[in-house]
């Protein structure tokens, strides 16, 4: 049996993991202690195995993108028939930033991100919404800085005080103009407050 599945129910002591899991002595401490240096076994205060950080930290991740997925997509098509322009929604991932969710415009002339798509943290408004600490608007623009031609803006969504996701809409600069803040920012941060209540409703409720 995996030994970190025998750590869901309780702590475990060497032995008790050596019996329970039928590797040997010398295999189970080898296992175990890959598993310590990547953070996803630790020892505790009397020396016994239990779960590490790291599944705590994953757990919360899993939850969130979870969430996301259910709750997002309402929320993105109301945001592109309200503005008539491409949706998306962003999630950090290291130094990166990955597309959980996309909405296109139906205009012929439209911008289109893929899910799953990687993009760089330190350009577009989606990279800064993730990354930054927003003044009292709640939004941030960009104009050609992630491709040329294209304007955006993009809020945090912020859930129990952590941003677990950018929100933002993109489109040509010629609809979108050099300030599509002022055009769509107010919009956007509502549709991301909106998220973020609807995430917390569904753990509440879960």
């Not at 408004?125 to 930054?132: D, I, P, Q, V």
């Amino acid at each position: 049996m995996n030994l970190v599945e025998l750590l869901q129910a309780r702590p475990h002591s060497l032995s008790e993991l050596v019996e329970a899991s039928g590797y040997s002595r010398a295999t189970t401490h080898r296992l175990l202690s890959s598993l310590v240096d990547h953070q996803l076994v630790r020892r505790d205060h009397v020396g016994n195995y239990d779960l590490g950080w790291r599944l705590v930290e994953w757990g919360r991740r899993a939850e969130t993108r979870w969430d996301l997925a259910v709750e997002a997509r309402p929320v993105l098509e109301a945001l592109r028939v309200e503005t008539g322009e491409s949706v998306q929604l962003y999630v950090r991932h290291g130094d990166v930033r990955v597309c959980a969710l996309a909405v296109d415009s139906p205009d012929e002339l439209r911008t289109v991100v893929q899910p799953g798509a990687r993009l760089p943290l330190d350009r577009g408004s989606s990279g800064a919404a993730l990354t930054t600490r927003l003044g009292a608007q709640g939004w941030v623009a960009s104009v050609g800085e992630r491709a040329p031609g294209v304007a955006s803006v993009s809020a945090p969504v912020i859930v129990s005080g952590e941003v677990v996701a950018a929100l933002g809409v993109s489109g040509p600069i010629e609809r979108l103009s050099e300030d599509p803040g002022s055009l769509h920012g107010p919009q956007v941060v509502t549709a991301a407050v909106e998220l973020a209540n609807r995430i917390l409703a569904s753990r509440e409720t879960s």
